[in-house]
């Protein structure tokens, strides 16, 4: 069963979502990592809340341009106290 997320993480994975229904389809696949930013942009909400994953994915974009080569870059595991509280 899926942890409950607050209505902020919740409104930010639908604007994402939006951005992956209505934008990136005009846009073409463009991202050179795996998982896509986008999707990296959920998982990192979900993982770390609002805040630290809104964070982490403002860091994945600024890393997705032609100079970088790209890969798999999964998000970065949550510690102990990321969420608890």
């Not at 846009?27 to 050179?32: A, F, Q, T």
């Not at 998982?43 to 890969?71: D, S, T, Y």
Request: aromatic letters at 10%; glycine letters at 6%; proline letters at 11%.
């Amino acid at each position: 069963m899926a942890s409950p997320v607050s209505p902020f993480a919740w409104l930010a994975i639908r604007l994402v979502r939006l951005y992956q229904l209505i934008i990136s389809p005009l846009l073409g696949p463009r991202c050179r990592f795996t998982p896509t930013c986008s999707q990296y942009a959920i998982e990192a909400i979900k993982m770390h809340g609002v805040v630290k994953g809104c964070w982490f994915a403002a860091k994945r974009l600024l890393r997705c341009h032609p100079l970088n080569n790209g890969g798999f870059d999964p998000v970065p595991p949550t510690k102990h106290n990321d969420r608890d509280n």
